[in-house]
């Protein structure tokens, strides 16, 4: 490695695993994606720490579990536990001075607006605006600011509406109308494209995070019409309610979303149109990744060039008759993972065994050559990926730290179990453990059970699993300095 590399980081948002033709989908249309799968090692098994935006980004910048970064619930200016703090380092604060380092996109970690964090380069697309459109800032003189999204819709004739839960959005019916070009995708690819090329011929290595904002909902947008409904596989666990063995929690929010509460989902055809329109902006989401990797091959950077592509989170889509996030089940919790890091491999390699994203900072700086601080809770698997071995040895661990929810999040019962926390654990012999003393306590054989229909906890047969598997999540509680009290087993 005589010339530093450079380093892509481009996530999605709320995206599953099975839009992917690596993860076994061979009809959504993401042809870029599926080109960068087949040079990129692609993890079988990669888990969030917790399954909610600002959170899950937390882990993947700094490195660190959510509550250790401080960080355990949704972006909600003025609200603890929501902000990453300026003292919390992000990876890009822990390269060399000589790497030149760009953030474009979705941040959700405290103040969208302004540079941060070791950046040089910042391209905002949220404006920190409450759902009643008024204006939100961490800085009194910031409160007339728009993003600059926001500004390149209103310089293209549009009329933006900030109210979608503080982001810079449209009304599901403004979405679909605003055509792909100017989609939040292609308006990042385009300034990726154009940072690569005002870098070409700069010999400073750099470092480029490109954070979509696709698929994430309304579940709507340009290209609502480029599914058939019906065409659509409806999947193994499709508007079935969980059973009365599973936590109160999930079953609570699938009644709330089988009730037709929200999104006029009264039918199974009404999911379906949903699922398509979401699929949609899979597809739209893929334009701009494409213009990110254009970019790379046009200015000379595809070879000297990490490309990392991952998601927040996924979404429930109608499985068990769910919508969203903010569950430990397989749709959700588990996300794709692609590494192409072209000197060490430019074929197709896939990894088995776990993948948890609180490794992705220190396996980042490995492979870019760069000191890993002592103070990081993931660790390197640059060693096993360039070996071609898979990680069945390791546990991956996620969490939900509950308290009072950020956004209403379905009736009474979704909203008061919400408040409940849990903690659960991915062994490396494939079976789920997910604890929490206000719930029902699940255990899941992802081996013979990859839908997790059947809770296997009150099983006698299992107790002795249960123990010992309990025992790991409290050896890493005590390593990661989290005191949640977990359930007697």
């Not at 959700?108 to 391209?123: A, E, K, V």
């Not at 979401?278 to 000379?300: C, P, R, S």
């Amino acid at each position: 490695m005589d010339k530093k590399k450079n380093l892509v980081f481009i996530c999605s948002d709320q995206q599953r695993t099975d839009t992917m033709q690596c993860y076994g989908n061979d009809w959504v249309e993401a042809p870029n994606l599926n080109f960068l799968a087949t040079q990129s090692y692609v993890f079988e098994n990669s888990y969030v720490t917790q399954a909610v935006c600002t959170p899950a980004r937390a882990t993947m910048m700094t490195g660190l579990y959510p509550r250790s970064a401080g960080v355990t619930r949704n972006n909600t200016p003025g609200r603890s536990g929501s902000t990453l703090s300026p003292h919390t380092k992000c990876l890009s604060e822990m390269v060399p001075d000589d790497y030149v380092t760009a953030y474009f996109g979705k941040w959700h970690l405290g103040d969208d607006l302004n540079r941060q964090h070791g950046f040089d380069h910042w391209i905002s697309v949220e404006d920190a605006r409450d759902e009643l459109d008024k204006p939100i800032s961490y800085k009194r003189e910031d409160r007339s600011l728009k993003s600059d999204y926001f500004q390149y819709l209103e310089n293209f004739g549009y009329e933006p509406e900030g109210f979608y839960q503080g982001h810079t959005s449209f009304t599901p019916q403004q979405r679909s109308q605003l055509p792909a070009e100017h989609s939040m995708s292609n308006f990042l690819g385009d300034k990726a494209y154009a940072f690569l090329q005002n870098h070409s011929g700069n010999d400073r290595p750099f470092i480029l995070y490109v954070m979509m904002y696709e698929p994430h909902p309304p579940y709507n947008g340009p290209y609502n019409d480029m599914y058939d409904p019906s065409s659509i596989p409806d999947g193994e666990v499709f508007l079935e309610k969980p059973d009365d063995k599973s936590s109160l929690f999930n079953r609570a929010r699938s009644d709330y979303y089988l009730s037709g509460s929200e999104h006029d989902l009264n039918t199974a055809d009404d999911w379906r149109r949903l699922r398509a329109r979401y699929y949609g902006n899979v597809t739209l989401l893929d334009e701009g990744v494409g213009k990110v990797l254009q970019g790379l091959t046009d200015f000379g950077f595809e070879d000297d060039t990490a490309v990392i592509f991952t998601s927040d989170h996924g979404d429930s889509l109608g499985d068990r008759g769910m919508l969203n996030k903010r569950s430990f089940y397989e749709e959700v919790s588990k996300v794709p993972m692609l590494m192409k890091v072209p000197w060490l491999n430019i074929d197709q390699v896939r990894i088995g065994g776990n993948f948890g994203h609180v490794d992705i900072v220190p396996t980042l700086l490995d492979i870019l050559g760069i000191e890993i601080p002592d103070h990081l809770q993931g660790s390197t698997v640059l060693g096993d990926i360039s070996r071609g071995s898979d990680l069945h040895a390791r546990d991956v661990f996620m969490q939900w730290h509950g308290g009072l929810p950020t956004v209403n999040l379905g009736d009474d019962t979704v909203n008061l179990m919400s408040q409940i926390e849990w903690r659960s654990v991915v062994s490396g012999d494939r079976w789920k453990l997910n604890l929490s003393r206000g719930d029902q306590c699940e255990l899941f054989d992802l081996n013979s059970d990859p839908f997790e229909k059947l809770n296997l906890y009150n099983c006698d047969e299992q107790k002795d699993r249960i123990r010992e598997m309990t025992a790991r999540v409290r050896g890493w509680q005590i390593v990661t300095g989290d005191d949640l009290v977990l359930p007697s087993v």
